[in-house]
């Protein structure tokens, strides 16, 4: 896709499982999506990326894939699937798939086939070590769903290796017929018009040679092992050749997944000279709050410092500008909801929403909008364990009480501010039962509070943190110096207020976020020099005559101004 245009876009993240439910079995499908597409229109975004979809037996939602030619019965027919697709495109928005390539489902057919023997012609399509007498395990490696990331196979006398689930096995790259299976997918889904793939985990691809021990971190014997995988030493090569092979003949977008991904990864595989794909999503403000080096990982809590925050997305701002190309996002199908994480969501769930977005949108990138987080949904507080879902979530509660004995409360407790499933509970369209999601039972309960914070409501209100996003998303087609101006940050120090500016020539964008329910002063520093201030968008009605200069922030406000 010409990078003129997918500049400018926003993308809009659907997880079909809690979308919209057109059949009433609870759990959400393509016709559902499908009867919602004049919504996103309305809001205005023009790439969805659909989480998967395929076939799949569901032990991680999906991201456990048994057919990549196949739609997911619970969701749908491909007919189903094409409808959806030709809505899409009649209303000018794009489709990006979910490819999820660094592992099948232990129920596809190549898996299958290749457990059964050591010279099955798919044995060598997965990754595989001999299970010595004493069943000793290869390496110390964690899996993400905790446990080791080595599962015996009795058929073969082996252990096959898992990055995430067992049922999740990771496929060999170093294979090229695996490689050649994956590329001819892409083309059967891009042959289909689709116009771009998320990818999942992608920069695990590539394992390193002799798979050696990860760094002992923590007592036990089970180490984090992410840091082991996340950047082999036939990355960038696998990637070009995914380009050269597929991407280059297709009109494309496209964002890898990418866990502890360095600056230089990121240079590299977004070079638009000799990179690969478009964008990467990298998770470095996604571990702001949480204890580094704490062997409990994201399961370690602690307070978001914005002066972190702020180094961060610098960071990433600055090491891309006019080489590479950053992703923008708070919140996913992984991630807790930012306005409960950075936010309020008391008294300040609307102003703060506004406040995150307004950050997250002024910056230099292509924003991505969670399905929900336009509406400023909220994480849940499921009273018991038995109401979530999510396997590393359960898998995490059964560890902490269980071996380590914790307290189920204060694992719930963290349960509360970090479970994935804050993201997964079912989109709250209207304050009808179960938030309009469906007229069965829900596959999870649906948020209570679906009776304020729903779409129907915040439509009809026009000072919403809807139609502030649909505004925020309508002023990126607007002005280029919000698609293309240099970043720059302002007072780095200030522990309370991130501002910053935008310059394109002798245009800039001034972007000032108080993240506290407290007043506070700004002052704009004096190097900044304007005539004129025209104000863009504001959480808060603002005075034309209350200069940017210097004037006091009222809690979690936010404004977007252009000075000349
Ligand atoms: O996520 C990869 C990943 O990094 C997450 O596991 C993340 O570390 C974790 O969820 C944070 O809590 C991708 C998908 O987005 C995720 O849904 C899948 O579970 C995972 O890959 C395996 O496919
Ligand atoms: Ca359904």
């Known amino acids: 896709m010409p990078a003129a245009d997918w500049k400018q876009s926003v993308v809009y993240q659907i997880y079909p499982r809690s979308f919209c439910d057109s059949n009433g079995d609870g759990v959400g499908d393509l016709p559902g999506i499908t009867s919602r597409l004049d919504y996103l229109k309305a809001l205005g975004v023009d790439v969805v990326w659909l989480s998967p979809v395929y076939r799949s037996p569901n032990d991680d939602n999906g991201y456990d894939i048994s057919d990549y030619r196949a739609i997911m019965d619970e969701f749908g027919t491909m007919a189903d699937f094409d409808t959806m697709l030709a809505g899409m495109h009649a209303r000018g928005i794009r489709l990006m798939m979910d490819l999820v390539v660094n592992h099948t489902s232990d129920e596809h057919p190549w898996f299958q086939q290749a457990r059964q023997s050591r010279d099955n012609p798919y044995h060598d399509y997965y990754i595989w070590r001999d299970m010595p007498a004493d069943s000793s395990l290869p390496n110390n ?55 771009g793939f998320r990818m999942d985990v992608i920069n695990m691809i590539s394992k390193p040679a002799g798979l050696p021990d990860a760094p002992v971190i923590r007592a036990g014997h089970l180490q984090p092992s992410f840091g082991m995988v996340t950047n082999g030493p036939r990355l960038l090569e696998f990637l070009r050749e995914m380009k050269a092979q597929v991407l280059d003949h297709y009109e494309t977008l496209t964002v890898g997944e990418a866990p502890l991904a360095t600056i230089q990864q990121g240079q590299d595989i977004t070079n638009v000279y000799t990179g690969a794909l478009n964008m990467l999503f990298q998770f ?58 950075w936010g309020d969501d ?69 349960i509360h501010v970090k479970s994935r499933d804050n993201a997964r509970t079912p989109m709250q369209w209207d304050a009808t039962a179960h938030g309009g999601f469906t007229t069965g039972t829900p596959w999870m309960q649906t948020n209570p509070n679906h009776t304020e914070v729903n779409a129907a409501q915040a439509r009809d209100d026009a000072d ?23 970043y720059a940050l302002l007072q780095p120090e200030d522990p309370n207020v991130y501002a910053y500016i935008r310059t394109l020539g002798d245009e800039v964008l001034l972007v000032v976020c108080n993240f506290t329910p407290r007043e506070q002063v700004f002052v704009l520093p004096p190097n900044v020099a304007f005539e004129q201030q025209q104000l863009l968008i504001a959480n808060y009605v603002v005075n034309a005559a209350d200069s940017v200069r210097a004037c006091t922030l009222r809690p979690f406000e936010a404004r977007m101004l252009v000075l000349r």
């Open 284 to 341: 470095e403000h996604m571990d702001l709050d949480a204890i580094p080096g704490d062997g409990r990982g994201k399961w370690a809590l602690k307070p978001l410092a914005l002066t972190d925050l702020k180094a961060s997305m610098s960071r990433w701002q600055d090491a891309l500008w006019q080489t590479g190309w950053n992703s923008l996002y708070l919140s996913n199908h992984d991630q807790p909801r930012p306005v409960s994480r």
């Open 464 to 486: 919403s943190v809807w139609h502030y996003y649909r505004r925020l998303i309508a002023l990126r087609k607007q002005l280029p110096v919000l698609v293309e101006g240099r």
């Open 141 to 195: 490696w964690e899996a993400a769903f905790s446990g080791s990331v080595w599962e015996p196979n009795p058929a073969t006398g082996e252990y096959y290796l898992h990055m995430f689930s067992k049922k999740q096995p990771d496929l060999n790259w170093e294979n090229p017929k695996v490689r050649q299976e994956v590329y001819a997918l892409m083309r059967f889904w891009l042959d289909k018009g689709v116009d």
């Open 346 to 414: 008391g008294v300040y769930r609307v102003a703060s929403a506004k406040m995150l977005a307004t950050f997250l949108h002024g910056l230099q990138g292509t924003p991505y909008v969670y399905q929900g987080e336009e509406l400023g949904m909220t994480n849940v507080r499921f009273a018991r364990i038995e109401d979530y879902r999510d396997i590393e979530t359960l898998n995490m509660y059964r560890e902490a009480v269980q071996d380590r004995h914790e307290a189920p409360a204060e694992v719930l407790a963290r």
